[in-house]
Structures are given as C-alpha cells and as structure tokens.
C-alpha cells in the first residue's frame, strides 16, 4: 500500500503539463520574484535618497574588493549562459561543469562582497565594539568622526548636496570658515554607512538563495533530472542569477558613484 502511495506522488509539481505551460509558469514564477526583490531594494534606496538631503552624508571610495566582484559576478553570468546552451546541446556533463563553476564563482562573489564591507567598516563606515566602565561589551554604529583615511582621497562628507571643506580639523562649508561644524559632523550618525551594510548583506542573503537553487539544479542535471528536453528549471535559475548580477551593478555605481 506504502509503495502504491510512494509511486503516485508527483516528484515533479509540473509533471504532465505541457513543456509550453511548464516554460511559461516557471519564467511567471521567477519574474514575481524578481519584482518583489526589486521592491524591497527600491525601498531602502528611495530610504537613501530622501536621507541624503536631510544627513551629513559620506561619500568613501569602493574598496578593491568590490571592484573585483563586479568582475566576478560577469563571468559568473557568461558561466550561466554556457551552461544552459550545453544542455539544450545535451552535453550534460559539460553543463553540470559550468554550473559547478559558476557556484564556485558565485561563493567568491560573496566573500569578495563580505571583505569588501569589511574594508570600509576598518576605515570606521561600520560598528565599534566597545567596553563600559563596569566592563560590559556592547556595539554601536561608528559616529562620523570614526571615519579613517585622507579628507578628499579616501572619503568626503556632504551637507544638502554640497561637499565640506576641511582644514586641518575644522570642517565647513565652501565660503564659511567662519562658521565651523566641526562638532555637528563629528558626533553625528554615520548613516551612509549603514545604509550601505544594509544593501550589501541583504544582496549577499538573496545571493545565498541563488546558490542554494543552483546546487538543487546540480544535483538535478547529474541525476538527470534536468536534460535536453527539461531545462526549464536552469533557465528559470538563469534568469535569478543575471537579475542578482545586474542588481549589484546597479548598487555599485548608486552607492559609491550617485549617491
């Protein structure tokens, strides 16, 4: 009775529909998740937009690493596109080849992203680990006068747009030495800061669900579940990654080049 039970459950949701209707709901599926990424990162930039004229903001050059995982995230995208034209040709093996690389790719692509994030926390974009008189460790979010490295080469602050002028520790805007906001910059919130944590570690956590769907697909085109006639489920796989990629593009030139 088990067996007869076993056997007439569906290992596949789209088993008996048309390759037409499987193509068609897969690609549905993975747009409407597309679009609600695309509204949760829409969220938080317009956040940095409307705080942008209202903060002292921070303008820091992108560390290297971040550089590096643009490069990465392209090729990984150029793996993808391989890999899923090797199994429409039916070479299976070379498919599951290419997707291993791209994993591998995309494992780089996060801790070059991590590192990254790491770097401008160093340079005092982050938190502090800090201890009390009684001795208790807490965090909290590095106030702008944390910030490490050359005024005007490693980092620059603005005020409504306009960028500080500094001399020697004194800050002001341009035609009003006379009117220092040393004080004001220095204890105020480093909120570029940590709206930038914010967008990278949430693109690494959606990054994480597109390498967790592409293991699934490995282990489908080894078992050869996915083939030459099945390949939907790659190219659904396909469409997250590239939109992953794009974002981040996208995140870059926002966070260190527009805003």
Sequence with gaps: ?????SQNVKTDVFEGLSAETKIRTKKMM???????????????????????????????????????????IVVSSLTT???????????????????????????????????????LSDKGMGRSVLRTTDGQVYSRWNPLRELKGEYGKDFTIEKNGITLIKDGNDYFLPGEPEKPLTSDVENNFNASGALIAVL?????????????????NIIRIKKSVLNQGNWISLYAGGMYWHFMGILWIYLFFFLFFLY
């Design 1 to 5: 009775m088990n067996s007869e039970r």
């Design 30 to 72: 993975m747009w409407l998740i597309i679009f609600a990424i695309v509204m949760l990162f829409g969220g938080i930039t317009s956040a940095m937009i409307v705080l942008y004229g209202k903060l002292y903001w921070v303008h820091v050059v992108p560390p290297t690493e971040l550089w590096i995982s643009l490069g990465i």
């Design 81 to 119: 596109v391989m890999a899923l034209r090797s199994l429409k040709a039916g070479m299976q093996g070379r498919a599951m080849a290419l997707m291993v690389v791209t994993f591998i790719l995309g494992i780089a692509f996060s801790l070059t992203q991590a590192q990254g994030w790491q770097q």
């Design 200 to 216: 990278v570690y949430v693109h690494i956590f959606h990054l994480i669900l597109g390498l967790i769907y592409m293991v699934i």
